[in-house]
C-alpha cells in the first residue's frame, strides 16, 4: 500500500474511532430528562413556556410524569415550572418505559414526540387537562375526535386491567376524526383493526410496519390517506378497497404490503384523485418484477368483501 493511502487509511480510522467515542461519552453524560424555555410557535401551535424536550432511557425508568420540570432523574417536580409541551422525537426507540402520564398543564405534543416505544403499555392524563384525554390507556385529543397514540403494548394492558379479553384487536371508537400520524408506528402485535365511517384523515405513517394485521375495511368517509400511511403492512387482505370519498392518497401510502392482490376504488375514475408517487403496492410478480395491481374504479365495499370472501374459498 502507498504511503499516501496508509496515512489516508490511518486518518480516517482515527476520526472514526474520535467520533464514536465522543457520542459514547455524549449519551452517557446526558440527562436522563431534559427540559427548556421555549417561545410559542403559533404556526405548529405550540404555546411558550416549559417543554420536554430530551430523555435518555435506561432499564430503571418505567414510568414518565409529563406534569412538572423535574431533576435529572424525572424526580422532585418543581410546581413553579408546569411543563406546557412536548418536542419532536423526545422519546424515541425506548425499550423500557410502561406508562406515561400526562399533567393538567400540558398543550402541545408534537406528532412524532412519543416515537416507538417498544414496551409503552398506557398513557393516562390528569382529568383537568384541557387538551388531551385517555380512553383505555390510548392518548386522545379532549374532545375525542384525534386519535394521538395508540401504545404498542396496550393490548396487553387491556387484558391485564380486565378491559378486555383480547390483546390484538382494536376498535377506533366511533366520533374519532383523525388518526394523527405515527400513532400505531409498528404495532406488530395488532392483528384485527375496525375503522368507523366518522374517521376522515389516517396520517402519514400511522399503521407504518405494522406487520400483524390482516383485513382492514376503510368506510366511506375518509377523505386522505397519508405518505407511507400503510407501509410495511405485510398480512393485509388481498382485497383493498379504497372508498369514494378518499380524495388524497399519499405517496408509498401502501409500499410493500405484499399481500394485496387486488384494488377496489369507490371513485368511478381517476380524475380529481390527488394520488402520490407509487401509492400502489407492487405486489404481482411478472417475470422477474414485481408491479402494482391495476385499479378497478366504481366499486363498492360490497363488492369488496364479496370479493374476499370468493378468494378466501378458493384458498382453502
Given amino acids: 500500500m502507498a504511503t499516501w493511502k496508509k496515512v489516508v487509511f490511518v486518518t480516517v480510522l482515527v476520526a472514526f474511532i474520535g467520533l464514536s467515542v465522543f457520542f459514547t461519552f455524549y449519551s452517557i453524560a446526558r440527562d436522563t430528562f431534559e427540559y427548556k424555555y421555549t417561545e410559542a410557535n403559533a404556526e ?25 420540570v423535574r431533576d435529572k432523574k424525572g424526580q422532585n417536580p418543581d410546581e413553579t415550572k408546569p411543563l406546557t409541551s412536548v418536542g419532536s422525537f423526545t422519546i424515541v426507540s425506548d425499550e423500557y418505559v410502561e406508562y406515561i402520564y400526562i399533567g393538567k398543564d400540558l398543550k402541545y405534543i408534537n406528532e412524532d414526540s412519543f416515537f416507538y416505544l417498544k414496551q409503552l403499555k398506557a398513557v393516562f392524563v390528569d382529568e383537568e387537562n384541557e387538551y388531551f384525554c385517555s380512553v383505555d390507556g390510548v392518548l386522545f ?25 383480547l390483546a390484538d384487536t382494536y376498535d377506533v371508537p366511533e366520533g374519532t376524526e383523525v388518526i394523527r400520524s405515527y400513532s400505531f408506528y409498528k404495532n406488530g402485535g395488532l392483528v384485527h383493526l375496525t375503522i368507523p365511517s366518522s374517521v376522515k384523515k389516517i396520517g402519514d405513517m400511522a399503521f407504518f410496519s405494522c406487520g400483524g394485521m390482516w383485513t382492514v375495511w376503510l368506510q366511506e368517509g375518509l377523505e386522505e390517506i397519508g405518505n407511507d400511511a400503510f407501509s410495511y403492512c405485510g398480512s393485509m387482505s388481498p382485497i383493498l378497497y379504497i372508498p369514494k370519498t378518499v380524495n388524497t392518497i399519499g405517496s408509498n401510502a401502501f409500499f410493500s404490503c405484499g399481500a394485496i392482490r387486488e384494488i377496489y376504488m369507490g371513485a368511478d375514475s381517476e380524475q380529481g384523485l390527488e394520488l402520490g408517487e407509487n401509492w400502489r403496492p407492487k405486489s404481482i410478480q411478472k417475470a422477474v418484477l414485481f408491479v402494482a395491481p391495476t385499479p378497478e374504479y366504481g366499486k363498492t365495499l360490497e363488492d369488496a368483501m364479496a370479493r374476499k370472501d370468493v378468494l378466501d374459498g378458493e384458498a382453502q
Fill in 44 to 68: 405548529i401551535g405550540q404555546p411558550e413556556g416549559w417543554m420536554f424536550f430530551g430523555f435518555n432511557g435506561n432499564t430503571g425508568t418505567k414510568e414518565i410524569h409529563l406534569d412538572y
Fill in 141 to 165: 385529543s379532549k374532545d375525542k375526535k384525534e386519535l394521538i397514540l395508540h401504545p404498542i403494548r396496550n393490548g396487553e394492558y387491556v387484558v391485564e386491567e380486565g378491559i378486555s379479553e
